[in-house]
């Protein structure tokens, strides 16, 4: 079975930091980065991969938010440092799996001022 089971989320107070991973059921998932959505709001990139070793950030996590992946247990974490009430969200990784993309359930990431 397909399935992306995130990890992570909750309430923080602002400045704080917070780790989200996502980890794929199956080894040939291609877990590609996290997105976030908020109310009324179309979901938007975070960070994602580009290619094999780059990586591409939304400006407003530049120099706050970093990915990375662990291969061998086909993980994909966010490193969120400085948070800022505008992060809050639901997050949602992305993968791609035979030519689809699936997403993850979604965790929320709440930031109190």
């Known amino acids: 079975q397909v399935q992306l089971m995130e990890s992570g989320g909750g309430l923080v107070q602002a400045g704080e930091s917070m780790r989200l991973s996502c980890t794929g059921s199956?080894?040939?998932?291609?877990?590609v980065g996290w997105y976030r959505q908020t109310p009324g709001m179309e979901r938007e990139l975070v960070a994602s991969?580009?290619?094999?070793?780059?990586?591409t950030y939304a400006d407003s996590v530049k120099g706050r938010f970093t990915l990375s992946r662990d291969k061998y247990k086909n993980t994909v974490s966010l490193q969120m440092n400085r948070l800022e009430p505008e992060d809050t969200a639901v997050y949602y990784c992305?993968?791609?799996?035979?030519?689809?993309?699936?997403w993850g359930q979604g965790t929320q990431v709440t930031v109190s001022s």
């Open positions: 991969w580009t290619d094999r070793y780059s990586t």
């Open positions: 199956r080894s040939d998932i291609n877990i």
């Open positions: 992305k993968a791609r799996f035979a030519g689809r993309v699936k």
